[in-house]
């Protein structure tokens, strides 16, 4: 498994797994819970956010919150 912070622009990926309890409690009430699949669609400049589609909306996150969701490669 991979952070989601490691993954390049335009992969896809199935979240796995959270590493952080208060975070995943976040990201669940926005649609990112595990099974989903999530595509990574743009990285800032400076490599922070990313930009993600998850359940048919855009999201951006921080670097450190990407950092504790665990992805699988499709």
């Not at 952080?20 to 669940?28: C, G, H, I």
């Not at 595509?39 to 922070?48: H, N």
Request: charged residues 25%; glycine residues 6%.
């Amino acid at each position: 498994m991979k952070k989601l912070s490691e993954i390049k622009v335009r992969s896809t990926v199935i979240i796995k797994a959270f590493n952080n309890d208060e975070l995943f409690l976040k990201l669940m009430e926005m649609g990112c819970v595990p099974g989903e699949k999530v595509t990574v669609d743009q990285i800032a400049p400076l490599g922070d956010p990313i930009s993600i589609s998850v359940a048919g909306y855009q999201l951006s996150l921080r670097l450190n919150e990407a950092d504790h969701v665990l992805v699988e490669e499709c």
